[in-house]
Every structure is written in structure tokens, then in C-alpha cells.
């Protein structure tokens, strides 16, 4: 769909009925096809035709949202995940071995920095974390010869540091790895990474995508811009045969456009089998279809809360990059010009029992470990995810103890800032 603008590609992208066929996507609920002859399916198993044969591996249903997130990306070619975790683990694991070496952001999800630091660490890859404030000089110096891939979050969960995708899309440029970066929080409508350098994008469609707090899953997108031939030697995996699919060699049958995600689907989903079911997909395209229209919303309702916590006295410091204020807020201008996200964070005066009072006196906030939902919803770590570590070292961690994140849903904005008006009257 390539002359149409983002808001038409969130309601129309990706599936296209022919003379009589269904209007809303089929949902394809089915573990496997039929074939006429052995013939037939075994140019599928050789990778030589493309088509359908078990759910584990793709599913038509997920192929069409995979390819609407693809257009709404500006990529090539997408796959759906069971999860972000999925998402963000597959995009990695399909360039990196044992031995190998990653650079990340040190800003990003506390999910993917275990996934890095503890569990990928145990099969033996290695992470270097840089701040996403890190100069030039700093960044290249978290290189090594084994590096395989730079990661970072457009915005990172939780806490909302923006990042700079060309400073690091240069540095991996130059070092002959791609950059891989996770777009959750902006979502595309506010952000497309791939315009900025970034050659794969990964999603928790969990979040604005699917909107409305009903699935979890992920998605991973191909740029289809990085050269994975000009660096063969860093990428065997992609331009050497593989012999259990009878020795292609994804780089080259499948060219830099389909490279990547037919390698990904072809071994980590036959082999770890993490995919998005149908009924998901189908869900999750249903929060695509009103993309465009929910984030200006949540973008502005996150505006107006941060700006009246910014001019309240018990606050002390409100992290939210719109907000000329914030350090990030040149970043802002520069990658999110319209609006980051729903999502504010704010340190009370007066620390956990300010905030304790505070989150016990919301009323139309609810209490929840989840972000960018439809309805508000707000987190206090120093009495819930991070409720085992002292003052000390919550400040230590940049958690202060008297933290609470706040996502702002689709409500009306003055009735947000009512609630959290008679809250903060409460302390
Ligand atoms: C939630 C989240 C994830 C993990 O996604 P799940 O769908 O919960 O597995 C990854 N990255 C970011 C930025 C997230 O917010």
C-alpha cells in the first residue's frame, strides 16, 4: 500500500479481500494445511515455494498484521511473536551465538535487561550497556570484534530517556553491525525508527498496538536496508548455507529484504516455537485499525498531566521529554515531534509514604503493573517491583523511593488531572 498515508495503512494495510471474500481478516484457526502430494510440501520444507504448512512456524492470520506493522514502519518484511520478550530475544538471537557481543543502551526494559545480562548471558553472548547519553567516543569504545548488534529503546520503560537513533545508528554503521531498536512507546505513529538508521525494529504489541490490555504479543521488523553480504564474516548465519534446510543461503535467495525474518521464522520459530496465535493477531489488529487516532489522545492526555504535576508543589521533578524542562525534550523535537507517549513518571516530596497515601486515594487510576492501555493505570516500583531494596539503593538505581509512573489513557483529560488533583491533596 505504498501511496497511502499512516492513518489509511492502520486501518487497511496488510489485507486486501478479493471479489467476494471476507471484509474483517479471517481468523485461520488451524495447526496445519493439506496437500495434494508429498512433492508439493516438501518445496515448502526446502524453503523453495513459499506457503503454509504448520501454525508453529506462520499462520496466515499473523502474516497479514505482520504486514500492515511492516508498512506502518517503513520496512520490508515483519513476523509476529508471542510476546515482546519474544520479539526482542529472536531479533537478537538471529545474529548473535556464543562468543559473540552486543551493545545496549543501558536504559531499556527491565524484562530485556534480564534477558541480556543474565539469561543470553548464560548462552554465552556478551553485553556491553552504554548510557543512551554516551558521547561518540564513549559508544565506539563499548565496541569489540566480536560485537554483532547495538540495541536501544526510542523510549525507554520506565525510565523515559529518549534515544539518540542516529548517534547510534552511525556507531554501528561504522563498525559494520546493524542497529535493532524497540519501538513500543512511540509506536510508529510517533516515531519511525527506520527513517532515522534503524535496520530492525522490534515491538511489545502488547502495549499501544493492541491498546486495550486483551494480548500480549510482539512483532519484529526488517528495514530490509542492512547489507548483511558486505559484512559476511560477521554474519555466517545469514550468508552461509544452513544445512537444515538443505544448505540455502538466506542472504542470498532472499535478498537484503527478506533475509532476516525468513531466516528467523525458518529456525528460532521452528525450533523455539514462540508464536502470536491467530485469535491474538486478530485482536491486535483490531488496535492497529484505531492506531492513529488513540495515540494523539494518549500523547495529549500524557502532556496535560505532566504539565499540571510540573506546576504542583508536591511534586519534584516530573520525567516526561514533551515538557521543555526535561533533558530529553531536543531529542523530543527531533524524534517525536508530535508526541512521545501516555506515559509520565514523577517523584513525590516526601517519598514512599507521599506515595503510598497518593496511589490509595486515585480513583479512576488503577493500580496495575501495565502500561498504555486504554484506561489509566499507574505503578509505584518502591511498593511493588522494586519493594525489596532500601531508600539507598532505590536512589541508587534511579528508582526514588517516592517514584510513581503514570500511563495516561484515553479518558478525558480533566477528569485525569481531577483525580490525581484530589490524590495529591490526600498527602
Ligand atoms: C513490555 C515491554 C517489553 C516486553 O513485552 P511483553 O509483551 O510484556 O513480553 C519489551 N520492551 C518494552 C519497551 C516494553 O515496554
Known sequence: MPDYRLDTKCVQAGYTPGNGEPRQIPIYQSTTWKYATSEDMAKLFDLEASG???TRLQNPTNDCVAAKIAELEGGTSA??????????????????????????SSSIYGGTFNLISVTMARMGIKTTFVSPDCTKEELDAAFTPDTKCVFGETIANPALTVLDIEKFAEAAHAHGVPLIVDNTFPTPINCRPIEWGADIVTHSTTKYMDGHGAAVGGAI????????????DKFPGLTQPDDSYHGVTYAERFGKEGAFITKCTAQLMRDFGSIQSPQHAFILNLGLESLHVRMPRHSANGKAVAEFLNAHEKVEVVHYCDLPTDPYHALQQKYLPNGSCGVVSFELKGGREAASRFMKALKLAAIETHVADARTCCLCPSASTHRQMTDEQLSAAGVPAGLIRISCGLENSQDLIDDIKQALESI
Not at 521488523?221 to 559476511?232: L, Q, R, T, Y
Open 79 to 104: 513476523m509476529l511473536t508471542s510476546s515482546g520478550q519474544a520479539a526482542n530475544f529472536f531479533a537478537l538471537f538471529n545474529i548473535c551465538s556464543a562468543g559473540d557481543h552486543i551493545v545496549a
Open 52 to 54: 503454509y504448512f504448520y
Open 221 to 232: 521488523v526488517d528495514s530490509g536496508n542492512f547489507d548483511w553480504m558486505a559484512h559476511a
